[in-house]
């Protein structure tokens, strides 16, 4: 099993550029998780989803940002427009009863 | 509300010895807590989890500790060795599978 996959595993943007990150969970696991890491904040829970179906989005910073699950093996963040301030790294894990398993991330840059 | 700290930002020890790393948490009602390694530009990695119905769990060379009277973690590396060098965090288990981390815990495993 390749694991999770993100995509792209680094990215530079500029301040009021749309941002697109991906993420492939791994097959039969039913549970999705977006994470935001920082130094000043760790790492936080953005969003999740259960069976495709977004549970808690309370952690989503604002509405720039928006993520998606259209199917059991794709989802993505999606930031519009996006600010210097949501230069972190962002995680995607994969849940199957109870445990997660955290995708290699990606670095967000936002100049 | 919901925190998880770590008693240690930092924990320098000598290879071979053992390691220990602590957390504390607020949340009465969690239910289960896990302990993951993050190497540096990778994501986090299961290592070891226990749940609130247990005070001991061991692993290969690892054994978590909780303590429910003072709400408190810990992990414990065996014989520490120089690959064991990362940062390790403390996560709570509230409800429908949401994760708090901590901040983490810097372990530098000297030769």
Redesign the interface.
């Known amino acids: 099993d390749a694991g999770v996959i993100q995509s792209p595993r680094h990215e530079v943007t500029e301040m009021g550029q749309e941002v697109t990150l991906r993420c492939k969970p791994i097959s039969g696991h039913n549970s999705l998780f977006w994470y935001r890491q920082t130094m000043m904040r760790g790492l936080e829970l953005l969003i999740y989803f259960n069976n495709n179906v977004p549970i808690d989005d309370s952690g989503m910073p604002e509405d720039r940002f928006s993520a998606k699950m259209p199917n059991a093996s794709f989802s993505t963040l999606k930031i519009q427009p996006s600010e210097p301030r949501d230069s972190a790294v962002y995680f995607c894990a994969s849940g199957w009863r109870g445990e997660q398993f955290f995708g290699p991330g990606t670095r967000l840059t936002v100049l | 509300g919901e925190s998880v700290g770590l008693h240690l930002p930092t924990l320098s020890v000598q290879e071979g010895d053992n390691s220990i790393i602590n957390c504390a948490y607020s949340n009465s009602a969690s239910d ?1 807590f ?1 302990w ?1 390694k993050q190497e540096s ?6 290592i070891i ?1 226990i749940r609130s119905n247990m005070d001991k769990r061991q692993g290969q060379r690892v054994t978590v500790l909780l303590n429910k009277t003072v709400k408190h973690l810990s992990l414990q590396i065996a014989a520490t060795q120089p690959g064991d060098s990362a940062v390790y ?1 403390c996560a709570e ?1 509230g409800s ?9 815990t810097l372990l530098t495993v000297n030769p």
């Open positions: 289960y896990i993951y530009g990778k994501g986090p990695q299961f989890d965090f288990r429908n599978y949401k994760l708090t981390f901590g901040k983490g």
